[in-house]
Structure formats: C-alpha cells, structure tokens
C-alpha cells in the first residue's frame, strides 16, 4: 500500500516530459521524483528501466559510492541519488542537470554575485586548494538561511583563479572561512558548478 500511495503521489508531482516548471528543487523535500522516502524501485516504475541507472560518485579524499543516476547522460535533467540505506533511503540529490533550480533560482551556473543577490546577503563558503575547495558553508542571516543544512553548492570553476593574481589567491586558500563579500573573492566572482539536495528525514 505505502509503494502504490507513494508512486501515485511522484506521478502527481512529476512527469517524465518534463515542463519549465517541473524542474523545481525543493531543499529538505524534494527533487524532482525524489523524496526522502522515495525508492530505485519505485523510481523504475514511474520512469522506466533505462532513465535509473545505477554508477559510482566520487565524494573526496579518494572516496567513491554507488548512485542511481536518473536521466543518465541527459545534460538539462540528471540526478544523482546518493543513498542512506542503499537503494531503499536517499540521502543527498546530486544535481547534473542545468535545468534545474530552487524557486528562489539557485542554480548550476550562477555566479558568486548572483547568489548574494538570491540570499539577500553575503554568506560563508570554504577556502580554496582541498578536496571541498569553494563550498557554501551557510547563508549567514540571508533568505536561503532556512537550507543551511540542506542546499549545499560549490563555487569550483577553474577559470575563477585565474582572475586574480598568485599572491591574491594564496589568501583565500586552506581549510578556512570566507565571507562571500571577500575582496578576493568578489574579484574572482566564480560560478556555481556542484549543487546537492539533501532531505529532512521524516520523524
């Protein structure tokens, strides 16, 4: 009964052909046909054998895990589910595909300034040169505050260095805090490339 309730509830809430609307990323709910307590099972059902493939992420630090991949190799729709408890739990949405956004128009793509604009405020992000380089730590007291634990993106573009001089760089570099306002850092005005949606997990 729960996989039939849960099935007719993702086919409510998302069709395989894809509308401009439907691309809707939801932090702590949803992503696309994924919830908290959506299954690969489930999700074969609703989208076919050849749109859930199963692949490997590299998560850092020379660690890798086994995903589902939905839409594989689609540029504009895939995710990445990493899971929890595998294949029954998701833990974290990857987002590959450029399409899609939160409402508030967090995207693949957008620049370090466009998201101060979105938030309404400067926020933290990791310094530069590791493995989690350019990774948003919170939105400060922004309006994406509300997804601090669930709205992860990460500023890695390779052309961003290279705005700024050797001497620049190296003060933005290490396991470190930075303000988003950061004079460095507003120079290099690097752009979204890694996003993930993890879920609040139901009580």
Avoid: C, H
């Amino acid at each position: 009964m729960r996989f039939i309730t849960s099935l007719l509830l993702s086919t409510v809430l998302f069709s395989p052909n894809l509308m401009a609307d439907d691309f809707i990323l939801i932090p702590g709910i949803q992503a696309g046909p994924v919830t908290a307590t959506t299954t690969e099972a489930e999700l074969i059902s609703l989208l076919g054998a050849e749109q859930v493939k199963r692949d490997v992420m590299a998560l850092g630090e020379g660690e890798e895990a086994e995903v589902t991949s939905l839409f594989p190799g689609d540029k504009e729709k895939e995710l990445q589910i990493l899971w929890d408890i595998p294949f029954t739990k998701p833990l974290v949405v990857n987002v590959i595909g450029t399409a899609w956004k939160t409402k508030e128009g967090v995207m693949l793509g957008i620049s370090l300034k466009d998201l101060e604009k979105i938030n309404q405020s400067s926020f933290e992000l990791s310094g530069y040169g590791w493995d989690y380089e350019g990774s948003v730590l919170n939105y400060g007291s922004g309006l994406l505050s509300k997804y601090d634990n669930t709205l992860l993106v990460r500023f890695n573009d390779a052309d961003a260095a290279q705005r700024v001089s050797e001497s620049e760089f190296a003060t933005i570099l290490g396991d470190n805090s930075f303000s988003s306002d950061n004079e460095i850092l507003q120079k290099m005005n690097p752009i979204i490339t890694d996003m993930n949606i993890s879920f609040t997990q139901p009580e």
